[in-house]
């Protein structure tokens, strides 16, 4: 996978759920990336407010933005249903 957004999201989904995602699951979380990136890059306040929100420190390294979109797209992962219950 050459799009590294692609390629992590593709690792959010086998460390959580055991498997890859789904074609259209790929598609939505891709929408999802961009959309909360454009969100957070047009006010990046909110974005810097949730990475302030835990026990560690955040690396200062790491680019806030794209720290906060993914902080929100995994925080998605461990909510669907499946990650949630075993049938």
Do not use: M, Y
Request: charged residues 30%; negative net charge.
């Amino acid at each position: 996978i050459k799009d590294p957004s692609a390629q992590l999201r593709c690792v959010a989904f086998r460390r959580v759920l055991g498997r890859a995602p789904s074609v259209e699951e790929t598609r939505v979380f891709s929408a999802a990336h961009d959309r909360h990136r454009r969100v957070f890059l047009d006010d990046p306040e909110p974005a810097a407010q949730l990475i302030a929100t835990g026990e560690s420190a955040r690396d200062p390294e790491l680019d806030p933005v794209e720290l906060a979109t993914w902080t929100v797209l995994c925080g998605t992962v461990l909510n669907l249903d499946e990650a949630l219950t075993k049938e």
